[in-house]
């Protein structure tokens, strides 16, 4: 279990301008209490020195970190963890994801155990795991992840993994929950929205809430943070539940065109190379 685990995070990546420090003003403000960080984001240092500038109390705040794949090595592996605490200025993350199940993850989740011995994270978990890659961590180790970080929208979202992480304990957190302004404007999302008296993101959040999710959503305006961060004093129907389940698309993933992107620069390293 993990002590003061908020239902929803606040995403970080890639923002193509963005005052930082006014950024983590605004979602304090809006009450978000945990920030979903990677190496990848290429952000940390200036994420960094906004929560220095805005003195935040580290108690405060849940802060995840994710390792990408290029540092699961056992040479790499510590040592990135260190560089990756100088960056953003920290003596320690309250979570580490693997950031994608390539290479050696079940080495690379050895070695997120070892963080854990040695008190430097508090819990550890994966990002992009399916069912069976889940399963193969806990033939080799006997334990669960705590958490895995997946794609999950109105279009796309796996419901094998995610039914099999409820059963297991594992928390799912939900990645590009608002993805489009399309997805913002479908019928069926705005006539809820006009029912329940919410916006669009609203409801698409609190669906992604009550399928037992925690929405990991980004936003650079404190407008945008409060809405996406009011979505506790209502609920959805179970039958405008199924109306939404029924926006999902088979054989379809928004962001696979990204994730192969990615998947072909796994080696690329973040103290190196920029976007
Ligand atoms: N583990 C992984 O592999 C992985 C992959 C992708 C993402 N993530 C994490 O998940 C986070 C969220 O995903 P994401 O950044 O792809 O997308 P997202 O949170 O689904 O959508 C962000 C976009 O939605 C807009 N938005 C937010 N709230 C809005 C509102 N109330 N009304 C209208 N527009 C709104 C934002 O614009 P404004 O700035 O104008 O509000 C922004 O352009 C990431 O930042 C990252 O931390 C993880």
Not at 13 to 33: H, M, Q, R, V
Not at 118 to 125: A, D, F, R, S
Request: net charge positive; with cysteine; proline share 3%.
């Amino acid at each position: 279990m993990i002590k003061n685990y908020p239902p929803i995070s606040l995403g970080t990546a890639f923002f193509k301008e963005l005052d930082y420090s006014l950024f983590i003003s605004n979602a304090l403000e809006a009450g978000y209490t945990h920030l979903d960080l990677a190496a990848r984001y290429l952000n940390e240092k200036k994420i960094g020195k906004a929560l220095k500038d805005n003195n935040v109390d580290r108690n405060s705040l849940i802060i995840t970190e994710k390792i990408w794949p290029c540092d699961y090595k056992e040479n790499r592996f510590f040592k990135a963890y260190d560089e990756m605490l100088n960056r953003v200025g920290l003596t320690y993350f309250d979570i580490v994801l693997l950031h994608k199940p390539v290479k050696d993850y079940l080495g690379a989740y050895q070695r997120l155990i070892s963080l854990r011995e040695k008190g430097l994270v508090k819990h550890i978990g994966v990002s992009n795991f399916s069912k069976k890659q889940i399963e193969e961590i806990y033939q080799k180790f006997n334990e669960y992840p705590e958490i895995n970080q997946i794609e999950t929208n109105i279009y796309y979202y796996d419901l094998e993994t995610i039914e099999y992480c409820k059963e297991k304990g594992i928390v799912v957190e939900g990645y590009s929950p608002i993805l489009n302004k399309k997805s913002r404007e479908e019928k069926v999302i705005l006539d809820l929205a006009k029912k329940y008296q919410k916006d669009a993101t609203q409801i698409i959040l609190r669906f992604i809430y009550q399928l037992g999710i925690t929405p990991v959503v980004k936003s650079s305006s404190l407008k945008h943070l409060k809405s996406n961060n009011d979505i506790w004093n209502f609920i959805i129907s179970e039958e405008d539940m199924n109306l939404i389940k029924g926006l999902r698309k088979k054989d379809f993933r928004p962001l696979k065109k990204l994730l192969d992107f990615f998947g072909d620069r796994m080696n690329f390293h973040p103290e190196k190379e920029k976007i």
